[in-house]
């Protein structure tokens, strides 16, 4: 069986996946709080942990790994879009239009992702749906010592009541407070306590619990549903490299407090960040956008999932239009070659090779390169299947690619060479006109003329010609 290397970042090194139970295969990735739609960056470890949910699949079988990504649908943030809404006069009492939002949102999401070749994962936790769970493993830690009640309808975690605090991203505790500048708060016996329970207002979504009527903090929905779904321990946990601390280092205190029989998760993957152009994205800078602006501009789901794979994920990723162009002429070159052919029973030795060390991408892309050619054109397609490439479904945008334009090609050059010697380029501008409006590159040189479709091309404007 294939050995899959991953780097993680609780040991700081590379190493190999020893599933639990090798008959179903676990991976949690701590999703998208619903509040607006996903921008570029949100979908990178989306894509990065599909492509490892691929590889598992391929490597322990479809029906043996059990992939869960979670919706935050509880926060400060879904509630303000919710208010706004109510306060522009919108109906509905404010519970009604915090869910209508993050119902949208969800839907947004998973098309969204859907482009990018991401497949669904096994579970989808919305933590709503979990807030008795939530609720039991709060009283349990309050039972064991490592949580409190501060009488006024919150919870804290003891922070110091849990001694390997910081070791997954290797930081010691004063380094923490000193660097993520922690709330101090009266109700807090330490800086570091964080929140499990806090108390909601009657209009805001809120749940009867022994605290009162309340909702859960962010971190305890992770730790609660994913022991909910897979138990004291499972294989990988996975999210961008932002969440490390405070959120991950929260959920490792949680669950190893809660449930200290178990490991919770045994490797730990992250992320880099996405940037654009060179820079961070950000809103002051004019350069954030969602996946859907970059859907609606022309750029294909697979053209922005192969930038992507270009980077290794533990790489700072620069998402720039020059690579979306490469790339996008890379999977036209690709698609023409595969096109009518049977794919090959199995994946290349070698790109799998390449994924199964620590999910070299980029590797993997450049042995798809290598296959790149008439003869191994049915290896290069099951090969980029694996990578989530040149699937059926994502291939709508390249169909004018299969269509025959050479006619097209014939009629605009004998047109020029009849213009050429009677100086009337009249029927050589109509014949342009009408493929550019067709969405074709006219491309003419002094040995021939090249049409290619480009992202609007379509074919039935080509009847009227
Ligand atoms: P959020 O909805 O902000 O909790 O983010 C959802 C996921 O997107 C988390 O796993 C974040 O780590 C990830 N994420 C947010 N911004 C970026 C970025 N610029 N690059 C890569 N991942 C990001
Ligand atoms: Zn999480």
Same mark, same amino acid.
């Given at each position: ?26 991976? =949690? ?13 949100? #979908? ?7 492509? +490892? ?6 490597? =322990? !079988? ?5 992939? *869960? ?5 509880? $926060? ?7 208010? #706004? ?33 991401? +497949? ?9 749906? =979990? ?11 309050? *039972? ?16 110091? %009541? @849990?001694?390997? @605090? ?8 004063? &380094?923490?407070?000193?660097? *993520? ?24 979504? !809120? ?15 992770? %730790? ?10 499972? $294989?990988?946990?996975? !999210? ?17 407090? #809660? ?16 940037? /654009? ?7 002051? +800078? ?26 290794? =994920? ?22 023409? +070659? ?12 070698? /790109? ?51 269509? &025959? ?28 006109? *009408? ?20 992202? %609007? ?9």
């Amino acid at each position: 069986m294939t050995t899959i290397k991953l780097h993680n970042t609780r040991t700081r090194g590379k190493e190999v996946l020893n599933p639990i139970n090798p008959d179903d295969v676990r991976l =949690y990735l701590c999703g998208p709080t619903v509040y607006d739609r996903a921008h570029l960056g949100n #979908a990178r470890p989306v894509v990065v942990f599909d492509v +490892l949910y691929r590889l598992l699949r391929h490597v =322990y !079988g479809t029906d043996h790994v059990t992939y *869960a990504r979670n919706f935050t649908d509880v $926060d400060d943030k879904i509630n303000a879009t919710a208010l #706004a809404r109510k306060e522009a006069g919108a109906p509905g009492t404010l519970e009604e239009l915090v869910q209508e939002r993050t119902e949208e949102t969800i839907s947004w999401y998973l098309a969204d992702m859907a482009e990018l070749g991401a +497949l669904e994962p096994d579970h989808m936790p919305r933590a709503t749906a =979990y807030i008795p769970q939530m609720i039991a493993m709060i009283e349990e830690l309050i *039972a064991k010592g490592h949580a409190y009640a501060d009488g006024a309808g919150h919870v804290l975690f003891s922070v110091k %009541s @849990y001694k390997d @605090y910081g070791a997954l991203s290797g930081r010691s505790v004063d &380094d923490m407070i000193a660097g *993520a500048r922690v709330e101090v708060a009266d109700n807090k016996r330490d800086p570091m306590d964080f929140v499990l329970w806090k108390p909601s207002t009657d209009e805001l979504p !809120g749940w009867d619990s022994p605290w009162g009527r309340g909702r859960p903090g962010w971190h305890i929905e992770c %730790s609660a549903m994913s022991h909910e779904l897979f138990g004291d321990s499972f $294989d990988i946990h996975g !999210g961008g490299n932002d969440l490390m601390f405070p959120h991950h280092e929260n959920e490792i205190a949680q669950s190893c407090c #809660a449930h200290p029989e178990g490991d919770f998760a045994k490797i730990w993957l992250h992320n880099e960040m996405l940037q /654009v152009e060179g820079k961070k994205m950000s809103k002051s +800078l004019g350069n954030f956008f969602t996946v859907r602006d970059l859907l609606d501009q022309g750029y294909p789901g697979e053209v922005i999932r192969l930038v992507f794979l270009q980077t290794h =994920y533990r790489k700072p990723m620069d998402w720039t239009d020059k690579k979306a162009k490469e790339a996008e002429a890379t999977l036209r070159r690709w698609r023409a +070659l595969t096109t009518g052919i049977n794919p090959a029973p199995t994946a290349s030795v070698a /790109v799998i090779d390449a994924l199964s060390d620590d999910l070299n991408t980029a590797g993997a892309l450049a042995e798809l390169h290598k296959l790149a050619s008439a003869e191994t054109a049915a290896d290069l397609l099951t090969s980029a299947r694996l990578l989530g490439l040149l699937t059926d479904k994502m291939g709508t945008w390249s169909q004018g690619e299969n269509h &025959d334009l050479s006619h097209h090609e014939k009629s605009l050059f004998d047109a020029r060479q009849v213009a050429i010697e009677t100086k009337d380029f009249a029927e050589v501008d109509r014949l342009k006109t *009408a493929l550019i409006a067709a969405g074709v590159e006219v491309r003419m040189s002094k040995t021939g003329v090249e049409l290619v479709p480009g992202p %609007s091309f379509d074919a039935s404007k080509l009847d009227a010609i």
